[in-house]
């Protein structure tokens, strides 16, 4: 049993294409591998850090980004695949002003994080569950969005009154000290 | 305004949600190369031969590493790990576990590396294996070293009054063997490290818990002198034990000091899986009580399976058996605990360590005996308690103890005399309580270094690893009022063995009060130096100079100088506080594992969780409606982060409880995966999750370290409310719908109560 995605591995590594994306509003493009990721190109060629393999099998949700605003595993996509697409990050979320996002500062407010290695992807999700039409805006359904990004830190509570805060609901409990 | 009681926020708080606060996965050197290990397929076997050839003839693989090289090389002695050197960097003339890196490959890029490694042949002999340390610890079971022929890899007794007279003539005896599987810590953040002989020595930058345990294993294997290696980390994304003392440092930097390069190494999350995981135990639990609940005798046995390798083994099989009496008065009570090899992943230290699996042993048997008594499990806790003044099996006269207030906080947050909800058709709700007990990794040294620099700003070395429990935030909060500045003045990096003094560990909760302290005493030396540099400059005696609110001052002349400006005057560099934490006693320090007596922590960490489950009998599967978790505390450095410690406690501890669980066949792990493998997510979460944190209500209070105290009673909390349920009790975690619905099946509810 291996942990490894098989995608990257069924095209031979070593021939290259050149792909052009939009990152973070901003155009770039790169030579890359055939093979290589998404989550490879963002972190080892165009200086992305919130991004995060953990998994590599596109089942914790640390390394992901949106695509065309959608909630995507960079883990087991393709760079090829990113071309003429639009791929936010962590970093692309904040304004063009320099200030965090709603959803980052709400994130910040309540101190919901702790080792922090996959908070930048859940506030993505959160920004993508926030930004879906066919989504209800409150925090179960928020919550339901959140499922494919796994804490082991155990910070989900604290996350849950950030998202409370953004959908201007109470939290369920905040708990005492 | 002192900072301890206030939520200082990270300092790093919006890079932390950004995603741009450093890992040591982000770390990238210049011409650096990289490792794949190849791995051995069987869980025990010889290594006949290893053939390169295809390997080294992928583009842009520069060298396989053996470990016949390693072992033929006259300059490295390829063994470590502490207390017994016992795991070689790669496998030598055998492998003990699946997954056991037996070569490495290093190329130019991690991709060449990833596609060579399965082509590098070794032939091996298969020998016969085991997997569970039951069997393993039986006579002509497969020895795994042979230098242990029984497998033994720790043992310690305690014994304390005469447990064999007084389970005689106890008035009921209760007799339980309780289970706890092997489980994987899953930090989100891989181990990845870089190691770099290109400047002379070695450096090395490593996602550990203890960057200065890898140094001193690095010089060891090495010889180099102290210092002579240099080890640095950033942010850890999560550890959780799995990153205590040295995981794949010693490999990482044999294959850099082939390849005369730097070398990375990132494993994937199979192989974080076959790198570390939690010790699998078997309790076997005999408690004597009288017919009014009074518990006059203990038995335990306890058999911790250590993996293939000892990493702390020997030494945490100790801290299980000052830990298995549980947090109750007992008179006589025997108690062995044994480490012992076998064919599978090493064992290390899991949050809440050696603790949870004794605390479902002691904390369900309780309530089979409340139940069997016609007892309130709360009232036969408080009962037996252990309390201030009594004496604990290791000769130890308790103090600090808060049992009695964390039960009232556990009766209180769960509503313990009120009934559960009424259960929808089909389903029965229950409710459950446990505590546990444990010590803190005893002795240990910590040390920590303030340095005044002219600028007024203070510079805090301290080798602390900052894994999100909010380390450093506290410990700035904790220096900064025993300096009597504000935390804004505070300047500290990351650890780095160069440069910030020597600490055991970042692990066993034990950093805000082992290295608050040496930071108390630092900051109490730094006073006295400045108060010394003041009288000198200003003529006047020492002990006159008042050193108050950033100033130094002399009432009788009326001389009052900022630091900065004390320095200024004087033409001081630099002033340097130090101070050491380092208890000269513990475990290690007694005369005999057998017979352990005497002090073995510095205090004794408490807590304990609280749980209501709705359990459907159709499907067996259990479900957390709410979670209490508490823990003592001393005092609160910051209520928000002893939140998330006691919360993280009930979510983490979910996992081992409800699913978590590594399998074995044939001796292979066949879900190192986070597929087959889960761990919580947000829908685990119960909808209502609540804590405390007790403090002693004197500023004088000890800190007690707050990072695990909850979680050793998650899971018996939840099994005995899935008792108080439905009337079964299971004795093996976890607890699935296939093991509840069996045990369901074995003792029908429905079926008592209309038979």
Redo the contacts between chains.
């Keep these: ?4 995605p098989e995608v990257a591995d069924a095209v031979p ?2 021939s290259t294409r050149t792909v052009t994306l939009r990152l973070n509003g901003e155009t770039r493009t790169v030579e890359i ?1 055939q ?1 290589a990721t998404l989550l490879q190109v963002l ?1 080892d060629q165009l200086g ?10 596109g ?2 949700g ?1 390394c992901t980004v949106l695509v065309d605003g959608k909630v995507t595993s960079s883990c087991i996509m393709l760079a090829a695949q990113a071309h003429d697409r639009e791929i936010t ?3 692309g ?2 304004l063009p002003s320099g200030e ?1 996002s709603a959803v ?1 500062r709400a ?2 407010d309540r ?10 992807a859940m ?1 993505l999700t959160v920004h993508a569950a926030l930004q879906d039409p066919e989504a209800g805006r409150d925090v179960e359904s928020v ?2 969005y ?15 009154e950030a998202v409370a805060d953004l959908v201007g609901a109470e939290p ?2 905040g ?3 | 305004m002192p900072e301890v009681g206030s939520d200082r926020r990270m300092h790093d708080a919006e890079e932390r949600v950004v995603g741009t606060v450093p890992f040591v996965l982000d770390v990238r050197v210049d011409g650096m190369a990289h490792a794949k290990a190849v791995r051995s397929p069987f869980p025990h076997a010889r290594i006949r031969s290893v053939r390169t050839d295809d390997a080294l003839a992928v583009p842009g693989v520069l060298l396989v590493l053996t470990g016949a090289d390693l072992d033929a090389d006259p300059e490295v002695n390829p063994y470590y790990g502490s207390p017994r050197p016992d795991q070689p960097a790669l496998a030598i003339g055998k492998a003990r576990y699946a997954g056991e890196p037996v070569a490495v490959v290093v190329a130019e890029t991690a991709a060449a590396a990833a596609a060579a490694a399965p082509l590098v042949e070794v032939d091996y002999e298969e020998l016969p294996h085991v997997v569970d340390a039951n069997e393993a610890a039986r006579p002509g079971a497969p020895v795994v070293h042979d230098a242990w022929p029984d497998n033994g890899c720790g043992s310690w007794r305690v014994r304390h009054g005469d447990p064999d007279a007084a389970l005689a003539s106890a008035d009921r005896v209760y007799t339980g063997v309780y289970h706890s599987p092997s489980a994987s810590h899953v930090p989100m953040e891989p181990m990845v490290c870089i190691a770099d002989w290109t400047g002379g020595g070695l450096e090395v930058w490593s996602a550990t818990q203890a960057p200065h345990a890898v140094r001193e294993a690095l010089e060891k294997m090495f010889a180099v002198p102290p210092g002579g290696v240099r080890v640095r980390t950033l942010n850890v994304g999560g550890g959780y034990g799995a990153k205590t003392q040295v995981k794949i440092e010693p490999l990482v930097a044999c294959a850099a000091r082939a390849a005369g390069r730097p070398v990375r190494m990132e494993l994937a999350r199979d192989e974080v899986f076959l790198t570390a995981a939690k010790h699998a135990a078997t309790v076997e639990l005999t408690t004597g009580v009288r017919d009014d609940g009074t518990i006059v005798a203990r038995r335990v046995k306890v058999n911790y399976n250590a993996g293939a390798y000892a990493l702390s083994s020997p030494i945490a099989s100790g801290q299980g058996l000052t830990r298995a009496n549980g947090p109750y008065t007992i008179p006589n009570v025997a108690i062995e605990s044994v480490a012992t090899y076998t064919n599978t992943v090493p064992s290390c230290p899991f949050r809440g360590a050696m603790t949870s699996q004794l605390a479902f042993a002691y904390e369900s048997q309780l309530d089979d005996i409340a139940a069997d008594l016609g007892m309130d499990p709360l009232e036969l806790r408080r009962k037996n308690l252990l309390r201030d003044g009594e004496v604990y099996p290791t000769g130890e006269v308790m103090h600090d103890l808060h049992y009695d207030e964390l039960l009232d906080d556990l009766e209180r947050a769960i509503d313990w005399g009120g009934p559960p909800e009424p259960a929808p058709p089909g389903k029965a709700r229950g409710k459950g309580i446990a505590i546990m007990l444990k010590n803190t990794l005893t002795p240990t040294r910590s040390e920590a270094r303030l340095r005044l620099v002219p600028d007024g700003r203070v510079h805090l070395d301290s080798s602390t690893v900052e894994l999100g429990q909010g380390s450093h935030p506290t410990l700035l909060q904790l220096t900064a009022d025993h300096l009597g500045i504000s935390a804004d003045r505070l300047v500290r990096g990351f650890p780095d063995t160069a440069h910030t003094p020597y600490d055991t560990t970042t692990s066993s909760s034990r950093s805000t009060h082992a290295m608050g302290t040496a930071l108390e005493r630092a900051a109490a030396d730094l006073k006295r130096r400045l108060r010394a540099l003041a009288a000198d400059h200003w003529g006047v005696p020492a002990e006159e100079v008042e050193v108050a609110d950033g100033h130094v001052a002399h009432p009788g002349t009326g001389e009052r100088l900022p630091w900065e400006g004390l320095l200024a005057a004087t033409g001081t560099g630099e002033v340097v506080g130090e101070g050491v934490f380092a208890p000269d006693f513990g475990l290690t320090l007694l005369e005999d594992p057998h017979d352990v007596r005497g002090r073995v922590t510095v205090h004794w960490h408490q807590g304990g969780a609280a749980a209501e489950v709705e359990v459907d009998l159709e499907t067996g599967r259990v479900e957390v409606l709410r979670m209490h978790a508490n823990c003592y505390a001393g005092r609160v450095v910051s209520p928000l982060r002893v939140r998330q410690q006691n919360q993280g406690c009930a979510v983490f501890g979910l996992g081992p409880t409800l699913f978590e669980e590594l399998h074995y066949q044939d001796g292979t792990l066949t879900n190192p995966n986070l597929s087959d493998y889960m761990i919580p997510s947000i829908l685990d979460v119960p909808a209502v999750i609540t804590s405390s944190a007790l403090e002693a209500g004197d500023e004088s209070a000890e800190l007690h370290g707050v990072g695990e105290m909850a979680l050793p009673a998650v899971a018996p909390a939840v099994a005995n409310a899935l008792f108080a349920a439905t009337g079964t009790r299971i004795d093996r975690l976890p607890l699935t719908p296939e093991r509840v619905l069996r045990a369901l099946g074995e003792h029908d509810p429905v079926k008592e109560e209309t038979g």
């Design positions: 049993m291996t942990a490894e590594s070593g591998d093979a972190r992305i850090t919130s991004a995060r393999s953990a998994c590599g099998i089942v914790c640390a990050t962590g970093e979320l904040r965090l980052q994130f910040v101190g919901a994080y702790q080792c922090s290695f996959c908070i930048p506030v919550r339901e959140l499922a494919g990004n796994l804490c082991r830190c155990g910070t989900y509570p604290t996350i849950l369920a409990d708990g005492a000290a």
